[in-house]
């Protein structure tokens, strides 16, 4: 143990676990924080349920953010304001010794620590910033930290480090008129150049720098980093302790007479010159030539974790709420046929089965929108995409208005799927990538549930306008909302930050979206993804993959017999509660209670989800099974109780689209961000061709069937392949509810 540096001792004296890797666990005595490099930090404790370790050992400032000609003012850059905020709600959420803004002890992170004698000799300093070499001016051992380390420190008051070979920066003499630490800091630069000090710590001594000011040393350290260096130290001597003592973090009394008594010494000399004039000597019992590894890089962000981790917040919601206005308009329109039908049918003196061709190729519609709009998505963006879309429902639902044969409803019906079948798998990646990990389920199926909700709303209207007004209105106030939704989504919902994240050329874009979702990140760090920065061509082929293919096939199955059996009792439960005998109202009374079962049910599925994953939607499958073969062992509808036929209607309900909606939650799960939007729209694409069947399917069982028990057996076969496919899928989402393990 002899001859050892004062950064081995340092070293040494902290070190908890070696591995043989190279790499020490090494414990942390202080901890300085600011606003630009501690969100994320802040997030992942929550998003795992820990604490600090030590909060009193941790202290927070505010710094790169703050203003140096309007300290008391307003915040006007949007992504300062909300770190500066973050920083002060994470403080006292978890306890750190926060200084704010205004307080007279304000100041850099570097120079604050000094001044208030946080920094002390002996100690391991960290904080989210390369210059965290300027502390080593006092015999610290201090270094600079990224993002997912300062978690660690947060959670453990440790850290993972290898430890640096050591360099000595020798000067003697006295320093001239005029010549300052700065200039012996690029006197030090330039002999070893930019990269000469890389995987080293540097250690200064010398006269020239024992006469040094603290502030002299401090700047002296503060730019060891400039060579590549990972610290800088100065051993501590009486001009330390004389700067250190009384300030009001430094220790007092006895405390401070055994602190004061130095035991660590200078560092071992090196061959140095005599001269008078002040010289800087390059050891040569070290070997200092430049390494391989890279100095302290600036900082790479992961987009897919800063949106992971965020809290959620106001401008989530909002976002999440206004794509479900527009899906919300989907499941109207949608709804508001199966409700019209028995209407017009009398209107243009056909059979209600003269229909199914009209049902048929709005589902067309829907599958060749959802085909061309998911991938598109993936290409020029979900916000565009979408918002095309919901122009293109609304306009010819409002055209609707004005058809005059079942040719003209089926043409306008066709067109209307183009737009309805690309909004959603756009609106689905959008809620997914502007909502954290820990709530995007909840998020997502809420989206899907609010086609339920307008189907809802559909109904309820229908039974009040459809006897007095007719169809033609309900139509014409479905496009309206329709259309009055978009212009609130262009100037309120911002693009994808996952989606933007694929082009550096959107560094701009992507910093105004985080700021506008609330999301805190790093004003000058660099952008990167989970999988790295492409653009343009997506590559469909990613969703049958290896590791993919099994998923994908599951999940289309899955979708495909949930959608077919959706769409079915949506667009036949009137006809189907007619042929039973039952009125125009309370037919629409069934349909409405229909989907409040599934608005339940959903809702249950959705908090399941967050507890046990969404393997728990196999047991809504089987429940549905269940309550659909009870109902179909009657001879027919006609015999049963009225109540009894509408709660079995709300408990299949309650089935049935708890399954289908919850199933967008996790196929954004399963695929990837550049892959999103198309794996989506393929998905709902295979599920829609069964809703095209179900037109006909429904079509041939309202002719032979009057009873109507039959859609019950057809009800239980469709349940029994959607828990078949959700048995088959591997991926499935995660519990993001239940309480972390500490």
Not at 167 to 179: A, D, F, N, S
Not at 205 to 234: D, P, Q
Not at 651 to 669: D, K, N, Q
């Amino acid at each position: 143990m002899a001859n050892r540096t004062l950064y081995e001792k340092l070293w040494d004296a902290h070190v908890i676990v070696r591995r043989d890797d190279g790499t020490s666990l090494i414990y942390i005595d202080r901890h300085l924080i600011h606003e630009v490099t501690t969100p994320q930090a802040f997030a992942g404790l929550r998003s795992s349920g820990r604490r600090l370790r030590r909060p009193e050992l941790t202290l927070a400032v505010p710094d790169h953010n703050v203003s140096t000609t309007q300290r008391g003012g307003h915040v006007a850059d949007e992504e300062s304001a909300a770190q500066l905020a973050a920083l002060e709600k994470n403080c006292a959420d978890f306890g750190v010794e926060y200084i704010p803004i205004h307080d007279v002890r304000q100041g850099i992170v570097h120079v604050i620590g000094p001044e208030l004698g946080f920094t002390l000799p002996g100690i391991t300093l960290v904080c989210g910033d390369s210059h965290t070499a300027t502390h080593g001016a006092f015999g610290a051992l201090a270094v600079g930290i990224g993002t997912s380390e300062i978690e660690h420190v947060f959670a453990t008051q440790t850290l993972w480090l290898r430890q640096s070979k050591t360099l000595l920066v020798e000067v003697e003499g006295t320093l001239g008129r005029g010549i300052g630490a700065k200039d012996l800091a690029l006197a030090s630069v330039g002999a070893l150049g930019a990269g000469g000090a890389n995987g080293h710590a540097i250690e200064y001594a010398g006269a020239a720098v024992r006469n040094l000011s603290m502030e002299g040393r401090m700047t002296l350290c503060n730019m060891a980093i400039e060579s590549g260096a990972r610290t800088g130290l100065v051993a501590p001597d009486a001009t330390t302790f004389a700067y250190l003592e009384g300030k009001p973090w430094a220790p007092v009394g006895t405390l401070w007479e055994q602190a004061s008594n130095p035991s660590h010494g200078q560092s071992r000399r090196a061959h140095h010159s005599d001269a008078e004039a002040p010289t800087l000597n390059r050891p040569k019992d070290h070997e200092h030539e430049a390494e391989t590894s890279p100095p302290i890089p600036e900082e790479v962000v992961d987009v897919d974790a800063v949106v992971d981790r965020a809290p959620w917040s106001s401008a989530q919601s909002i976002v999440t709420l206004l794509v479900c206005l527009a899906l919300i308009c989907d499941g109207f329109d949608n709804l508001a046929y199966g409700l019209v039908i028995p209407a017009m049918s009398r209107e243009y003196s056909v059979l209600p089965s003269a229909f199914g061709i009209v049902l048929a190729l709005g589902f067309v519609g829907l599958t060749v929108g959802t085909i061309i709009a998911g991938p598109l998505g993936d290409r020029i963006g979900r916000k565009p995409v979408l918002l095309g879309c919901i122009v293109l429902f609304a306009f010819f639902t409002l055209a609707t208005v004005s058809a005059r044969s079942v040719f003209a409803l089926a043409v306008l019906r066709f067109s209307v799927g183009l737009g309805l079948g690309g909004a959603l798998p756009n609106a689905t990646a959008l809620i997914a990538e502007c909502t954290s990990a820990r709530h995007r389920n909840f998020a997502v199926t809420a989206g899907a549930l609010s086609i339920i909700v307008g189907g809802i709303i559909s109904a309820a209207l229908a039974s009040v306008i459809l006897p007095h007004e007719g169809w033609r209105v309900l139509f014409g106030i479905a496009g309206a909302i329709s259309l009055l939704s978009a212009p609130l989504i262009y100037f309120a919902v911002p693009e994808s930050p996952k989606f933007l994240a694929r082009d550096v050329r959107n560094s701009a874009i992507l910093r105004r979206s985080l700021a506008r979702l609330r999301m805190p990140y790093p004003p000058n760090a660099l952008i990167k993804t989970a999988v790295g920065i492409e653009k343009t061509r997506v590559p469909i082929g990613i969703i049958f993959t290896a590791d993919l293919l099994r998923n994908t096939l599951a999940l289309w199955f899955a979708f495909l017999c949930a959608m077919t059996l959706g769409y079915m009792m949506t667009s036949w439960i009137p006809t189907m509660l007619s042929g039973a005998g039952w009125d125009q109202r309370s037919s629409s009374l069934g349909l409405l209670t229909f989907n409040c079962g599934g608005l339940v049910g959903t809702a249950c599925a959705a908090v399941l989800m967050g507890f046990f994953s969404s393997r728990i939607l196999s047991w809504f499958a089987i429940a549905g099974v269940v309550v659909a073969l009870a109902v179909a062992f009657a001879p027919s509808l006609a015999v049963l109780d009225p109540r009894i036929v509408l709660s079995a209607l709300f408990a299949l309900g309650a089935c049935v689209i708890a399954v289908t909606s919850p199933l967008f939650a996790l196929a954004s799960h399963i695929y990837p961000t550049r892959a999103r939007s198309a794996g989506i729209a393929c998905a709902v694409a295979f599920g829609r061709l069964g809703a095209i069947a179900s037109s006909f399917i429904g079509a041939a069982v309202s002719k032979l069937d009057s009873h109507g028990v039959a859609y019950f057996y057809l009800a239980a076969a469709l349940l029994g392949g959607s828990t078949l496919a959700l048995l088959l899928i591997k991926q499935h989402t995660l519990p993001t509810l239940r309480p972390a393990q500490s």
